[in-house]
């Protein structure tokens, strides 16, 4: 038989959904596993939200929508990004497809040409240098340490461009670190990328979860920053819809069209009965986002408060979304409940087979010395997971 397609070949799976896996595996064979894995909300939607899908399923609105999404959806889409970040689209900027996810791949689709090369930060989202070997393109990392707070500075931004670079990817705030940019530093990183001609592509998913200042788009700095940015959201993180898939872009005219072209040619569009949901979502009360909000930041406190107590590890405290970096090479050389602990995953492995705790090692996020926990569950969770992780440290 002949060879498989090489692009396709080299792309890897998520690691984040390997460990979510194998925790489900092991929770079906009847074990008691604790998991700090996933990257959703363990809220329901709200019944607003889900009551305006029901309804339109009753109503029989289950056809055909137009590719890059009902037009009162962009129109809803367009005055969220107007009055929670001060930009302005028109709705026809605006393409919705199925997740966020989906939009970071026509981003890269529409911008990225084979050979291309894209600047992404580490620690990065699995996905980044994944979905840009898809379109051929060449993902450059450029690492940010903890010591500068998991964000990188214009300088390296600038030593890392080259006669072939493209795009620069910027997560803010970020998963995994949950680092969040001030407007300077966005303005300063911004500025080389005007001055070198680079296009941005913004991953603002987490932006309704930020706890310590304020969240600032990329695409408010300005026409000529916001002319080559495209901005990646979604409704999945701030309303607690994850399975509803629907996730959208704001970007240049030029830019939107071929998205959308991508989106007709693939999907044909997202779930209608999800985009009806999601209108309910942009435009009705927004206080279970902001009741969200609060018991995150309680969960954030609790969890950074019992890793700083235990030998071994340590973090420093994100500034938004819902996880922490745990530091754990400390540990390497170690014998852990009976195992000799030799990388992140090493870690992350025999925890979850002596602890049954589930956490995500971050070899997948460029940042080998570290296991992502998400503390998007509930506080009771939390304490039994750290509770178990804190006993196995000990052994």
Not at 79 to 94: F, N, S
Not at 225 to 237: L, Q
Request: glycine content about 8%; charged content about 20%.
């Amino acid at each position: 038989m002949k060879e498989l397609s090489k692009i396709a070949s080299s792309v890897v799976a998520s690691s984040t959904i390997a460990v979510d896996t194998l925790a489900k595996q092991l929770r079906a064979e009847g074990k008691d596993v604790i998991s700090f894995g996933p990257g959703e909300p363990d809220f329901d939607t709200p019944e607003h939200i889900s009551k305006a899908g029901m309804d339109a399923i009753s109503r029989g609105e289950t056809k055909y929508t137009p590719a890059t999404g009902l037009m009162a959806l962009r129109q809803a889409i367009a005055k969220r990004l107007e009055l929670d970040m001060g930009v302005t689209y028109a709705p026809t900027d605006i393409v919705v497809s199925s997740g966020a996810k989906h939009n970071v791949y026509l981003t890269i689709q529409a911008l990225v040409n084979p050979g291309d090369e894209v600047i992404v930060p580490a620690p990065y989202w699995v996905t980044y240098c994944e979905v840009v070997k898809m379109a051929g393109g060449v993902p450059v990392v450029v690492s940010a340490e903890e010591e500068q707070g998991f964000k990188i500075t214009p300088d390296q931004l600038r030593a890392a461009i080259t006669d072939k670079t493209k795009l620069f990817l910027i997560n803010n705030p970020s998963n995994p670190t949950g680092m969040v940019y001030t407007e300077a530093e966005l303005r300063a990183l911004a500025a080389v990328c005007v001055e070198h001609d680079l296009y941005i592509m913004a991953d603002e998913i987490y932006y309704h979860l930020v706890y310590d200042g304020e969240f600032v788009s990329v695409a408010a700095l300005g026409d000529a920053v916001k002319e080559r940015t495209v901005v990646v959201n979604g409704v999945s993180k701030g309303y607690a819809m994850t399975g509803w898939r629907i996730g959208y872009s704001a970007s240049n005219p030029q830019i939107a069209k071929v998205m959308g072209n991508y989106v007709s040619h693939s999907t044909s569009g997202p779930a209608t009965m999800s985009q009806i949901a999601s209108i309910e979502a942009l435009t009705a009360d927004q206080s279970s986002v902001y009741e969200m909000k609060a018991e995150f930041l309680k969960r954030r406190d609790y969890m950074c408060e019992r890793i700083a107590e235990m030998d071994g590890v340590s973090c420093i405290i994100p500034q938004g979304a819902f996880y922490v970096m745990m530091r754990i090479d400390a540990l390497i050389g170690r014998t852990l409940g009976g195992k000799l602990i030799e990388s992140g995953d090493g870690f992350a492995m025999a925890l979850l087979e002596q602890a049954l705790v589930a956490v995500v090692p971050c070899s997948g996020f460029g940042a080998p010395s570290f296991v992502r926990l998400s503390y998007a569950t509930s506080m009771e969770q939390i304490a039994e997971g750290l509770d178990r992780l804190e006993v196995f440290l000990k052994e």
